[in-house]
């Protein structure tokens, strides 16, 4: 008998249509950088879903200034949404005011001003768009 192509059905890798891995990046080199002593308020995101993931955002005064993987129950609050949602507010195709009115993303744990915190995730999600003269820190 051949043995030519009876071996076991390989695994195919897919890409995600938006990893927010990638997105993240610039934020997460930028945390890492940030001091342990540093007055920030930390946001956390829960993007479910291929190409979702975890994340805490460091806030301080009005700017996202890094991010780090994981989440945390101390943060400011916690916002729960699906990868594509997640898409859509970085291509600008809904706001996330749109978003929450839709029932599209859940916050939980809310310690602080709900815009404030709506302003956050807009920033994270579109950072060219409320980018200020630091290339690291975007202003809400």
Known sequence: AKSVNFGSPRVRITEP????????????????ELL??????EV?????????????VQVEDGLVVGAEIGLT???AATFHLDVGTFATLVQGDTT????VRSGAI???????????????????????????????????
């Open 44 to 56: 956390g995101l829960d993007i479910t879903g291929h190409g979702g993931g975890q994340w805490r």
């Open 96 to 99: 996330t005011e749109q978003a």
């Open 17 to 32: 249509d938006f990893d927010s891995t990638t997105h993240f990046e610039s934020l997460v080199e930028a945390g890492a």
């Open 36 to 41: 342990d002593d540093e007055k920030y308020i």
């Open 106 to 140: 859940r916050i939980t744990g809310v310690r602080t001003d709900e815009n404030e915190l709506l302003d956050v995730l807009q920033q994270v999600a579109r950072p060219r768009e409320t980018q200020t003269a630091s290339p690291a820190k975007t202003r809400v």
């Open 73 to 75: 129950d101390c943060g």
